[in-house]
């Protein structure tokens, strides 16, 4: 069965640095998606792309988050310099359609401690 | 203020036995009502999805239902197993927007012990 891949599992990096956190969508998905997860607390959404470019993005997504379709393949997020409050879950989504029916398929996460 | 609220937040439950989840929600739009069933350090996996004009959903053990009118859905689960504990997510979408933005609760943690 097709399954949302992510990598790495798990990620530790200093205050400050750049994260990539890389997912690999189901291959016949249109529509991706970043959501994180404070520990204890709601999935939260960040991001959604389609066609090379954001649909829609939430005010947690400022300018330091970036996110790009670098190939037919993998779908990424870029955190320019972290902050101790980036530390989070990151779950990759994707969905065959735009439609509030179709099914978002979720990634098993990355787990982002920044110290 | 587009929420949704669950309780109870964590569930102690005896395995076998059957629960009840309980979802509330001030979601508008609505366009659809979503149960995931989350394990410890995994993704999100879908249970159910219920438009509005759908009362009941059944997935196996897990049987869903919504009033739409009073903005409330609950998630039952029968015969409980040790492999139900999990965090269960009732998850809204709304109409409109550019994307299926969906909008999470807080769970409930159940624990299913033997």
């Known amino acids: 069965e097709p399954e949302v891949t992510q990598t790495p599992s798990h990620q530790v990096t200093q205050m400050g640095q750049e994260v990539i956190l890389r997912c690999v969508p189901i291959?016949?998905?249109?529509?991706f998606y970043w959501y994180r997860q404070i520990l204890g607390q709601k999935v939260e959404f960040l991001v959604s792309?389609?066609?090379?470019?954001?649909?829609?993005k939430s005010e947690i997504f400022d300018d330091q988050f970036s996110v790009e379709r670098p190939d037919g393949s993998n779908f990424t997020l870029k955190i320019r310099s972290t902050k101790l409050e980036d530390s989070a879950m990151y779950f990759c989504?994707?969905?065959?359609?735009?439609?509030?029916?179709?099914?978002?398929?979720f990634g098993p996460g990355t787990r982002l401690t920044v110290l | 203020k587009n929420q949704v609220e669950q309780s109870p937040q964590s569930l102690i439950i005896l395995e076998g036995k059957n629960c009840t989840l309980q979802?509330?929600?001030?979601?508008?739009?609505?366009?659809?009502l979503r149960w995931y069933k989350q394990d410890t350090g995994r993704g999100p996996v879908s249970l159910t999805i219920?438009?509005?004009?759908?009362n009941t959903k059944s997935n196996g053990r897990y049987t869903a239902t919504l009033d739409a009118d009073t903005k409330q859905s609950s998630l039952h689960i029968t015969a409980s197993q040790l492999s139900d504990s999990a965090s269960y997510i009732c998850?809204?979408?709304?109409?409109?927007?550019?994307?299926?933005?969906?909008?999470f609760g807080t769970g409930t943690l159940l624990a299913v012990q033997p």
């Open positions: 989504a994707s969905s065959g359609g735009s439609s509030s029916y179709n099914e978002q398929f």
């Open positions: 219920m438009t509005f004009s759908e």
């Open positions: 291959s016949n998905h249109l529509y």
């Open positions: 998850v809204v979408s709304r109409q409109g927007g550019a994307t299926n933005k969906l909008i």
């Open positions: 979802c509330n929600y001030t979601v508008s739009p609505f366009s659809n």
């Open positions: 792309f389609y066609n090379n470019e954001i649909s829609e």
